[in-house]
């Protein structure tokens, strides 16, 4: 990955190269042909003078027999590399051109000549293959949106209607009992809270989709800030005869440039996550600090059930749950890991996530390190 960059600048410069060299020869090509071509017409007007001076008439018509021929064979041999050079592959560029209007992306012309044409062709390749590109993220973005609208109607509709039922219910006097009028009242409750955090999450991860969320960077001591965090997560995590552990590898104060609010965002949407699907009894997460290189590491450990192999590739899609039937405290809006990611991949850091059935997973932040000599 990190040499990825460098092969794209060297390929560029390679091309580059390529373009100035060819585009070069051509300009010198075309200057020696507007040079010469005078200079051949008044070269060509003194040899048919010396030949009527000194040879005769019979030896001059003999001789432009062969200057006719031989001009031919030259003529017919230029047009063949004309056409060769430059119409078929001018032909082909229209054929092209002709598709991409069409909406033909996929097309691609074969470059069988190195000439500024075949720049041209070169190019034509590049537009069509970044269209191509384009065009697939488009139609990939329209069917993530339909997708989209088809879990927000499922995922509200499911507790309004239950809202509704018990709402009626009350009104209605089936329920007559204080105890069962409570016990209504707390489920619609549950289910209000549970609506107000999908549209907390949906409105969060519109505004990431959009890049028009607001970060509040800071240079942080990534040390000082996940010690104080798991301090509090222990403590909320204790409450619920739950172990939390936290464990600094590193053996240095490490500054990462980040919104603190955005990152306890991910890390408590990650722990969240692993309460949620953990067992009640015995459940351990640890958080584990270490630096590789220019990166800092998070590392989230859980003893959970783990997540098997197929379903691992979707566990940061939006509204994708690992049980397809919903969790009993309506607590999963199905968005946590999805708006993880995308908070992560803001700080320019990445996520993933690996998993063992009946062992537990692993969630691993990694954020980059901030340089300190580049700053000085």
Not at 174 to 202: F, G
Not at 276 to 296: A, M, S, T
Request: aromatic share 10%; hydrophobic share 40%; glycine share 4%.
């Amino acid at each position: 990955m990190k040499d990825h960059p460098n092969r794209i600048r060297k390929w560029h410069e390679k091309h580059d190269h390529s373009h100035y060299r060819l585009h070069k020869e051509f300009k010198v090509v075309h200057r020696y042909i507007r040079f010469f071509r005078p200079v051949a017409i008044i070269f060509n007007l003194l040899i048919i003078y010396f030949i009527f001076r000194w040879i005769g008439v019979k030896t001059i018509g003999i001789f432009f027999v062969l200057i006719f021929i031989i001009k031919e064979i030259f003529q017919i041999y230029m047009l063949t590399r004309i056409e060769k050079k430059i119409l078929k592959p001018i032909e082909k560029l229209k054929v092209g051109v002709d598709q991409i209007s069409k909406g033909n992306y996929e097309v691609r012309i074969e470059a069988e000549v190195e000439n500024e044409i075949g720049i041209l062709i070169d190019d034509f390749n590049l537009m069509a293959q970044k269209l191509e590109e384009s065009e697939r993220t488009k139609i990939q973005y329209e069917e993530n949106r339909k997708d989209l609208i088809v879990n927000i109607s499922h995922d509200l509709k499911t507790p309004i209607t239950s809202i509704t039922g018990y709402v009626e219910a009350i009104l209605e006097g089936v329920v007559d009992s204080p105890e069962k009028v409570n016990k209504y009242l707390q489920t619609i409750h549950s289910n209000m809270a549970y609506i107000n955090n999908l549209i907390d999450d949906l409105f969060l991860f519109s505004k990431l989709d959009m890049q028009k969320i607001d970060f509040n960077f800071q240079k942080v001591s990534i040390n000082s800030y996940l010690s104080d965090l798991m301090e509090e997560f222990k403590f909320t995590l204790g409450e619920k005869m739950i172990v939390c552990d936290y464990i600094d590898q590193t053996l240095e104060e490490i500054k990462v440039n980040m919104d603190g609010k955005r990152i306890y965002q991910v890390i408590r949407n990650i722990i969240d996550n692993a309460v949620k699907y953990g067992q009640e009894v015995g459940l351990k997460i640890e958080v584990e600090l270490l630096k590789e290189k220019e990166f800092v590491k998070i590392n989230i450990k859980d003893n959970g059930p783990g997540i098997e192999a197929e379903k691992v590739k979707n566990i940061f899609d939006r509204f994708y749950r690992i049980h397809k039937e919903r969790t009993k405290d309506l607590t999963s809006t199905g968005l946590g890991l999805a708006i993880a990611k995308e908070l992560v991949e803001a700080h320019g850091g990445k996520i993933f996530v690996s998993s063992v059935i009946e062992v537990g997973s692993c969630f691993t932040v990694i954020l980059p390190i901030i340089n300190e000599e580049i700053l000085l």
